[in-house]
């Protein structure tokens, strides 16, 4: 009897205690869901929640399977409650919401709180299903999701608008957007590879630089930034970094339409044409491109580089059937006559526009402004800010002068910050801030003028008199506004110049001028000859309402304060003699 007990005793049964916890209920909820007992897993979650009523995630377990029990206001109660109450960064409950509402047909709610957690939330763990729930209440409420932006995608939509801005030619504006990108994300690399861009197309060679190296740091294989630092380095004449760089880029064979273009157009502007050929050819077998004109010009180039004359003639004229209101394809077949005949070598511009210098004769003979689609060209403006910041003189002075036929903002950002140059000239300052008052900039400028940084307020003309008569203005103004469509901004400059000049020179005792219309055909004539332009005392006077004896005594009493006529001699001596009138 003894050892049965001992025997019973030494066989006591285990008993495992059950630890009734959030965390039972919870895998117990789990395993009913997985059998589609959902009342018992419903069950089990609000067990789950009584343990742990602070912890959000249960709460949402349990909205969850309301839903799914398609008990949509429950489930929204719940929800609400965590957003509000228990954890606000569960922005995916609004999510969930915008479900419940959308199963409920309420979709304007549903699309409140679908637009509550794009705008929230930065993971976008339900971006895709999301953006589905946005063409559904698209077509449901029959017009587009108010939706301001995607949070989880911060700075890709600020990020396309820079480069929209870019393929406008709106370089400053792009550089401000992009700098705020960089500076929240600063792993954004299409970001800073187009801010190097915009650096590099406004002249600012070594901020580009920088922001290349940048990218390169954070991702040394980058595609992108690789063909631009070769451009760059071409651009400084740095050979020895550019050697190994186009070596490399010669083994780069990417599978990316996109890669491809940038690859091939890198290479032709190093002018490895028989590379860019390679990929121009690659591009043009894709369906999709074969109606894109610039990329026909483009191997058309690499194929004229190459002695291939015959197919890059084929290739300008295909542009041309493409593209029949351009004169890019038609300007380089005659250019490809004069290739043949060995007068001209084969063109090295990869750009669809015509060369700089193209450009400024057509505006030259043509009376008509720019036009729009030129204006809005981001090759024609890059030439622009690279020719004010590098062109020489005469160059610069012609831009100034295009600069103001666009007379954007981006424009007169741009002739500002060139007026507080340092080291530019003195007369190209004077005529870029003639060119700001005559495209509506009426503000106060500064600039910095013989050396010194000067306010120049709107009231008054950039001079040294003291005072600025109303009379004056009126003559100046009386001159302008004739001579507006018959004399360039550098000519009417001039005249301003030359109005200013005679008013410092006989200030205080400034002659009573009586009708300003006499004066300001004066300075016309004045300035006309200036300029070697056939004029007489009988045209200007018969367009200002004035008599031939009235501009001949201005003329002359200007004359003789500013020695106009001396000045010519020295400048035209073939022209001492003067032409009757």
């Not at 600063?186 to 922001?211: E, H, Q, V, W």
């Not at 950039?462 to 469509?485: C, G, I």
């Not at 006989?506 to 055909?521: C, F, N, Q, R, S």
Request: aromatic fraction near 10%; charge should be negative.
């Amino acid at each position: 009897m003894k050892e049965k007990k001992r025997a019973a005793a030494s066989h006591k049964t285990k008993i495992i205690p059950i630890q009734w916890d959030a965390t039972f209920f919870f895998e117990r909820a789990v395993r009913s869901l997985d059998r589609y007992h959902y009342d018992k897993a419903l069950k089990y979650f609000r067990r789950a929640v009584e343990y742990e009523p602070d912890n959000p995630v249960n709460h949402c377990n349990m909205a969850g399977i309301l839903s799914e029990m398609g008990n949509y206001e429950g489930s929204n109660d719940i929800l609400r409650t965590i957003v509000e109450e228990l954890d606000p960064a569960m922005t995916e409950c609004h999510f969930y919401m915008a479900n419940n509402f959308a199963n409920m047909e309420m979709y304007e709610a549903a699309e409140e709180s679908l637009v509550r957690y794009l705008e929230e939330d930065a993971e976008g763990q339900f971006l895709d299903e999301a953006e589905e729930m946005m063409e559904l209440l698209h077509f449901e409420l029959e017009r587009p999701t108010k939706l301001a932006f995607i949070k989880a995608r911060e700075g890709f939509y600020e990020h396309d608008r820079a480069r929209t801005m870019l393929e406008e030619g709106k370089f400053v504006e792009a550089v401000r957007l992009l700098e705020s990108i960089v500076e929240k994300n600063g792993d954004f690399l299409a970001a800073r590879n187009n801010l190097a861009l915009a650096y590099y197309y406004m002249g600012m060679f070594d901020k580009a630089m920088t922001t290349i190296g940048e990218v390169l740091e954070i991702e040394s294989g980058n595609l992108h930034a690789l063909c631009n630092l070769a451009i760059f380095y071409q651009h400084s004449g740095d050979k020895a970094q550019l050697k190994p760089l186009v070596e490399l880029l010669r083994k780069t064979v990417p599978f990316h339409q996109e890669h491809v273009f940038k690859l091939a157009t890198t290479m032709g502007i190093l002018g490895e044409h028989g590379e860019a050929y390679r990929h121009f050819t690659r591009l043009l077998k894709d369906t999709t491109l074969k109606s894109d004109p610039c990329l026909y010009h483009y191997t058309a180039v690499a194929a004229c580089n190459m002695g291939r004359l015959g197919e890059a003639e084929r290739m300008w004229q295909q542009a041309g059937k493409l593209d029949p209101e351009s004169n890019v394809p038609g300007y380089y077949l005659e250019q490809l006559t004069q290739v043949r005949t060995g007068n001209h070598p084969s063109p090295t511009s990869y750009h669809y526009h015509l060369p700089f210098e193209e450009q400024f004769k057509l505006w030259e003979k043509s009376s008509d402004a720019i036009p729009d689609h030129l204006k809005r060209d981001p090759l024609v403006r890059s030439s622009f800010f690279w020719a004010l910041r590098h062109g020489d003189r005469q160059t610069k002075l012609q831009v100034i002068q295009a600069l103001g036929l666009i007379a954007d903002n981006e424009v007169k950002d741009a002739l500002r910050d060139f007026i507080l140059e340092p080291h530019e000239d003195d007369y190209l300052k004077r005529i870029a801030i003639f060119v700001l008052r005559s495209i509506g900039v009426h503000e106060s400028l500064e600039a910095i003028l013989e050396g010194e940084k000067t306010v120049i307020e709107h009231s008054r003309m950039p001079s040294r008199l003291p005072v600025w008569n109303e009379k004056w203005q009126a003559v100046l103004e009386a001159a302008l506004v004739r001579m507006n469509k018959h004399y360039d901004l550098v000519q009417q400059h001039d005249l301003l110049t030359l109005w200013i000049e005679f008013l410092s020179r006989v200030y205080p005792d400034v002659p009573k001028l009586g009708k300003v219309e006499g004066w300001a055909a004066a300075l016309e004539y004045l300035t006309a000859k200036m300029h070697r332009r056939a004029i007489s005392y009988h045209e200007v006077s018969l367009r200002y309402g004035t008599s031939i004896a009235t501009v001949s005594k201005c003329a002359k009493r200007i004359d003789e304060i500013c020695g106009i006529k001396e000045k010519m001699k020295m400048i035209f001596p073939a022209l001492a003699a003067e032409h009757s009138d």
